[in-house]
């Protein structure tokens, strides 16, 4: 079993920044991938950015050029920074760790960006 736990987001206006942490604990040997994914209001989870064990990241074409994706394999933790936030990356967040076998999903995180 793995825990997820996120902590960040809120309300951000316009062109702001925001950052998004997430920590994994539990069985975290055979991980191979953490990440992030979003769901706003009617509409469908949609892939953020992720990185492996490896170091390789892949982003989801909305956010390239303005999020980044870090990752620090010692304390097993993810971070997300997004930049120049627009209302259409409103949405509740949520951090996957994905292992061998599994894939582990936090509770979400509300990222609200209005003027």
């Known amino acids: 079993q793995v825990q997820v736990v996120e902590s960040g987001g809120g309300l951000v206006q316009p062109g702001g920044s925001l950052r998004l942490s997430c920590a994994a604990s539990g069985s975290t040997s055979s991980i191979l991938e953490m990440g992030w994914y979003r769901q706003a209001l009617g509409k469908q989870r949609e892939l953020v950015a992720t990185?492996?064990?490896?170091?390789?990241?892949n982003y989801g074409d909305s956010v390239k050029g303005r999020f980044t994706i870090s990752r620090d394999n010692a304390k097993i933790t993810v971070a997300l920074q997004m930049n120049n936030l627009k209302p259409e990356d409103t949405a509740v967040y949520y951090c996957n760790v994905r292992t061998v076998r599994m894939s582990y999903w936090g509770q979400g995180t509300q990222v609200t960006v209005s003027s």
């Open positions: 990185v492996t064990s490896g170091g390789i990241t």
